[in-house]
């Protein structure tokens, strides 16, 4: 692909937020045979530390969505940390630090990039769209729909590589309670005790859950409880649970379905104020479709869906189980 083909072998600076624009540039690196002394730059939490470890990182202050006032001092600390490096491309995949990229490479005068989170179906994000505003931006969507939207070129996608498939045969549990696990993100300031709440009230007795909640405390739960996991801990859990339960993060979910795990995904939604918008149900709904999630709303949730699910997914290039 054209875009492959361009920055196979580069040296690049990658500047992502954590969570799933930092997993979608992780990827992209990979998949587009970036050099290996590429630098990236985000922000310190527990799955950048485990993603990047063997990586080499600049650390940027907490940007928040929307943020521009922040990205413009990581910019700045940006700066200031490579100026001395020498660098063939820059590229982004956001959020408000992709601002911060581009002006780093107009400071020197590299090529820029700007991917469009997968989780972007109907249209850019803001940083997307201020980024129409600002010239030499090579500016790419993951989706068809509205790639031939002014400024804009179709490239490839992260979802593309999956497909759901029947799963083999499990070995019954009678008797025995489900190992749960549910992971909200690390998201900040945003709450989601919708989804707590809906998994709680539908344990059974016997049913073991470990929960990663971010910044939505509680006191009040069962089981085991941690705000962010490192990430051999995360793939650990999602790998050895009967149900893996989350928000529709994109990180979270590429992750999972590498290790084919089809989730159950409750999206968080701007109405309840769990978001800033509600990207995260529009990344749900294609992934549903494509029969990649089982998606429900807080409400919908029967504990016969913490069951253990009779699908799994497989990457383009696995052999067949």
Avoid: N
Wanted: hydrophobic residues 40%; glycine residues 8%; neutral net charge.
């Amino acid at each position: 692909m054209e875009l492959t083909a361009a920055l196979s072998g580069k040296r690049a600076l990658l500047v992502a937020s954590t969570g799933g624009h930092l997993a979608q540039i992780v990827r992209w690196s990979e998949r587009f045979g970036l050099q290996p002394d590429s630098v990236f730059a985000t922000f310190d939490s527990e799955q950048s530390r485990s993603l990047l470890r063997d990586r080499r990182v600049v650390t940027l202050e907490y940007v928040p969505p929307r943020g521009l006032v922040p990205a413009v001092r990581a910019g700045i600390r940006l700066h200031r940390a490579t100026r001395r490096e020498r660098f063939d491309v820059v590229l982004s995949t956001g959020a408000a630090v992709g601002i911060a990229a581009w002006a780093i490479a107009q400071l020197r005068r590299l090529p820029f990039v700007y991917i469009e989170s997968v989780s972007r179906f109907d249209g850019p994000s803001a940083t997307g769209r201020i980024l129409e505003r600002l010239p030499r931006a090579r500016r790419y969507s993951q989706h068809a729909g509205w790639a031939d939207r002014p400024g804009w070129q179709l490239g490839p996608s992260l979802l593309d590589d999956f497909t759901a498939v029947p799963a083999a045969d499990r070995p019954a549990r009678d008797g025995e309670g489900r190992r749960i696990f549910v992971s909200l993100g690390t998201i900040k300031p945003f709450r989601f005790d919708a989804l707590v709440d809906a998994v709680r009230d539908r344990m059974r007795p016997g049913d073991t859950v470990t929960w990663q909640l971010g910044v939505t405390t509680r006191d009040d739960l069962p089981g085991e409880v941690t705000q962010e996991l490192r990430a051999e801990e995360f793939d650990r859990l999602v790998a050895e649970s009967d149900v893996f339960v989350t928000h529709a993060g994109v990180g979270t979910l590429l992750r999972a379905l590498e290790l084919g795990v089809r989730p159950v995904v409750v999206p968080r939604v701007a109405a309840r104020g769990e978001h800033v918008d509600d990207h995260q149900l529009q990344v749900a709904r294609e992934l549903a479709e494509r029969g990649l999630v089982l998606l429900r709303e807080p409400g919908e949730l029967t504990s016969e869906e913490l069951d253990p699910s009779g699908v799994v997914i497989r990457r383009s290039g696995d052999a067949p189980a």
